[in-house]
């Protein structure tokens, strides 16, 4: 009889719905819900809030390894999955704003910012009955995964759902501007040299351009069983 994977990784592109079904799963299971993109936003909000240029690699990397940033149970019922915590400070909503979806992927590329990621979030996952979600969770930070998923869609489906996600939270940038933004983190997210997005060979590939989040969930629950 096979066990209930007790590491469960998620991959994909930007809105691929990654963690709506990583929360589903986690909350199904109860396991912990663990969303490594919060942690590159933060790094990206401190460095726009000192006024660094995000294209100074040394500047920005000096900061990451310096700071401190605490992914908590969350606090308040507004609809937040964890609270995110740096300098005191609760920045949950706060890295969800344009400027930080427009600046990410370039801190996120840096060699030195993932190492500090990277180590944080392996200890984290080790302690297994876990649901982690990312970019290259199961290539790299934990290729020991006993259940690895990509979720992928197309840029236009993506962007159609971002748009509508942005809009529940008051922050209508328009389609065209979204989906921009989202073909180029994509490109970035793909193309850096160091753990680039891409599916592990042993991940299970879901494409979910035709899928509601309910089959999503239903197929990868039927995995876990
Ligand atoms: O929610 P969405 O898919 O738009 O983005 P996210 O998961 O919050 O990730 C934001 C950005 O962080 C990505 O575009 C990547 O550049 C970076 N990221 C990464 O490089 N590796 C991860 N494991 C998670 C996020």
Known sequence: MRSVPSI????????SGKSTLGRRLADELGYLFFDTGVMYRAVTWLALQR??????????????????????PASKPDGRVCDVIVEGKDITWAVRRPEVDRNVS???????????????QRRIGLRGKVVMVGRDIGTVVLPEADL?????????????RRHKENKALGTDLGYDTILDTVLQRDRIDSTREVAPLRAAQDAVVIDS?????????????????
């Open 51 to 72: 006024g660094l240029d995000v294209n100074d690699e040394a500047a920005v990397s000096a900061l990451a390894e310096s700071m401190q940033i605490d992914v908590l």
């Open 8 to 15: 469960i990784a998620i991959d994909g592109p930007a809105a």
């Open 106 to 120: 370039i801190v996120a590329a840096y060699r030195e910012v993932r190492r500090a990621m990277t180590e944080q």
């Open 148 to 160: 690895k998923i990509y979720l992928d869609a197309s840029a236009p489906e993506r962007a159609l």
């Open 209 to 225: 351009d035709k899928l509601s989040a309910d089959e999503v969930f239903e197929q990868v629950r039927s995995l876990c069983e």
